[in-house]
C-alpha cells in the first residue's frame, strides 16, 4: 500500500524539542527526541533541544520557538498537562490537544469514550491493589494494568500456572505494589496489532511477535525481542477493520498528527475477536518504533514523517 505523499517543507523554523522528563519511559523519549532533533536540523530547521524539568515554562519563554515538537512520553508530557501549559504560554505544539491528552492517557476514560460508539474493547473494571490478596477479580486469565501509564508500563497477565500465587501474593513484585488502583480486563489470547494513524489516514496493520510472554515495555524497546511483520499477515477484513477502528478511534478522541492503535486479535472468533486495548496520542519515534516503520512502508522517509507531524502543528 505504498504511496506518494509529497511533503513540502518549510525552512527556518525555530523547534523546540521536547525530550526527557521524569515519566518511566524517559530513556524512550530522549532516543525519541534525539532523533527528530537530528531529522528537522537535516531539514533545514533550527533546533533547540530542552530536556524538560520543572522550569519549563521559564526555559520555553526564553527559547521562543516557533512550535514546540513534544517528544514526551507518559505523565505530565502526555497526559495534558503540558498541553495546557503550552495552550496558556500561546505556544503552538506537535501531537493532540489538552482534552484529548486527558482522555486517551486514562485508559478507563477512553473505554468510556470509544466503546458508545461502537469500538470494541475488552469488558474489566478497576480494582483496588489491596483486594488482589484476597481473591481474583475474575476468572483467569486476566490482565491487570495501571489506568494511566503507556508502553505496557507495569502490566502483568495473571493465569492459572503464572508465577504471582493464588490469590496474588502480597510480597509478589508486581503493579499492585506500585499502584493502589489498577484496571483488570480479561486476558484475549491471539495476535498483537497495532495501526498508525497520520492526518486523516490510517498507514498500514503492523503484527507483533515477542520472543518471550508478551508485547512489554522491554520488549518494545530492546533489539532482537519482537519481530515486526509490516504488512501483518492478516485476512483483509480483519486488516480493513482494524485500520477503520484506529482511525475512528483518532478521529472520536480528537487526535491530531499521528497516533497509534494497538489490539489484540483472537483469530478462532474471527473478525469479531479484534479488540482495541488503547490508543497512543504521542508514540515512539525511535529506531524500533512503529509509526516510523508504517511510515516508510508507506513511501515515507523519517524526515517526512516529522516534518508532516510539524505542519500539522502549525
Avoid at 532516543?31 to 528537522?40: C, K, M, P, R
Avoid at 498537562?81 to 476514560?109: C, F, N, P, R, W
Avoid at 477503520?244 to 499521528?258: R, V
Wanted: proline letters at 5%; glycine letters at 12%; charged letters at 20%.
Amino acid at each position: 500500500m505504498p504511496g506518494n505523499w509529497g511533503v513540502s517543507v518549510a525552512n527556518n523554523l525555530h523547534v523546540a524539542v521536547l525530550m526527557g522528563g521524569w515519566s518511566a519511559e524517559r530513556e524512550v523519549s530522549l532516543v525519541t527526541g534525539e532523533g527528530v532533533a537530528q531529522a528537522l536540523e537535516g531539514l533545514g530547521h533550527r533546533v533547540t533541544r530542552i530536556d524538560m524539568d520543572r522550569n519549563l515554562a521559564l526555559v520555553l519563554d526564553g527559547v521562543r520557538p516557533d512550535v514546540v515538537f513534544n517528544a514526551l512520553h507518559g505523565t505530565p508530557g502526555e497526559d495534558g498537562t503540558v498541553q495546557g501549559m503550552l495552550d496558556l504560554m500561546g505556544i503552538k505544539y506537535t501531537h493532540s490537544g489538552l482534552v484529548t491528552s486527558v482522555i486517551a492517557i486514562d485508559k478507563e476514560l477512553t473505554k468510556q469514550h470509544l466503546v458508545p460508539r461502537g469500538i470494541r474493547m475488552p469488558g474489566g473494571h478497576m480494582v483496588k491493589s489491596e483486594s488482589l490478596y484476597q481473591a481474583d477479580p475474575m476468572a483467569r486469565p486476566y490482565v491487570l494494568k495501571p489506568v494511566n501509564e503507556g508502553s505496557s508500563v507495569g502490566v502483568a497477565i495473571v493465569t492459572d500456572g503464572g508465577n504471582y500465587g493464588n490469590p496474588i501474593g502480597r510480597d509478589v513484585a508486581g503493579p499492585w505494589q506500585e499502584f493502589d488502583e489498577l484496571l483488570a480486563e480479561p486476558f484475549i489470547k491471539g495476535h498483537e496489532l497495532t495501526v498508525a494513524v497520520l492526518g486523516d489516514e490510517a498507514l498500514a496493520v503492523t503484527e507483533l511477535k515477542p520472543t518471550h510472554e508478551f508485547y512489554d515495555y522491554d520488549a518494545k524497546y530492546t533489539g532482537g525481542l519482537t519481530e515486526h511483520v509490516c504488512p501483518a499477515q492478516i485476512p483483509d477484513d480483519v486488516r480493513d477493520a482494524a485500520m477503520a477502528m484506529a482511525l475512528q478511534a483518532h478521529q472520536a478522541l480528537g487526535c491530531k498528527g499521528t497516533s497509534r492503535s494497538d489490539f489484540r486479535w483472537d483469530d478462532s472468533q474471527g473478525i469479531e475477536g479484534l479488540y482495541l486495548l488503547e490508543v497512543n496520542t504521542q508514540p515512539g519515534m525511535t529506531p524500533l518504533s512503529l509509526v516510523p516503520e508504517q511510515a516508510k512502508y508507506r513511501g515515507m522517509t523519517y524526515a517526512e514523517l516529522v516534518q508532516r507531524i510539524v505542519e500539522e502543528a502549525l
